[in-house]
């Protein structure tokens, strides 16, 4: 069964770095896109960033400059490096990846979404 597991959120100040790292593992064919997404208490969850096989990215325009998305596709893991952290950070972190492999069982070229557990990040003095 294909699974993400996410580390690297914890407690920083403000103007501080944290960097995250996601890791898929389980029966995978290939990944395609993979994304950062975000979610706040009482919001919700929206992209942050994402990045194609290839090595293409974007940024929503709130973390542009400081947040850097990139990927290790010989390790199936995607690395988030955040600086220059704002408390309008603080937010559970999702990494989300669209993975074609086993599901449920049957091998399938056809990619599905697939989502971390989430991970806290906190700026706070």
């Known amino acids: 069964q294909v699974q993400l597991v996410e580390s690297g959120g914890g407690l920083v100040q403000p103007g501080g770095s944290l960097r995250l790292s996601c890791t898929a593992s389980?029966?995978?064919?290939?990944?395609?896109?993979m994304a950062w997404y975000r979610q706040a208490p009482g919001k919700e969850r929206d992209l942050v960033a994402d990045?194609?096989?290839?090595?293409?990215?974007s940024y929503t325009d709130s973390v542009k400059g400081r947040f850097t998305i990139s990927r290790d596709n010989s390790k199936n893991t995607v690395y988030l490096q955040m600086t220059n952290l704002k408390p309008e950070d603080t937010a559970v972190y999702y990494c989300?990846?669209?993975?074609?492999?086993?599901?449920?069982?049957?091998?399938?070229?056809?990619?599905?979404?697939?989502w971390g557990q989430g991970t806290q990040v906190t700026v706070a003095s």
């Open positions: 989300n990846a669209a993975i074609s492999g086993n599901r449920f069982g049957i091998w399938s070229n056809e990619e599905y979404p697939y």
């Open positions: 990045i194609t096989k290839s090595g293409r990215t």
């Open positions: 389980g029966g995978i064919s290939a990944i395609g896109l």
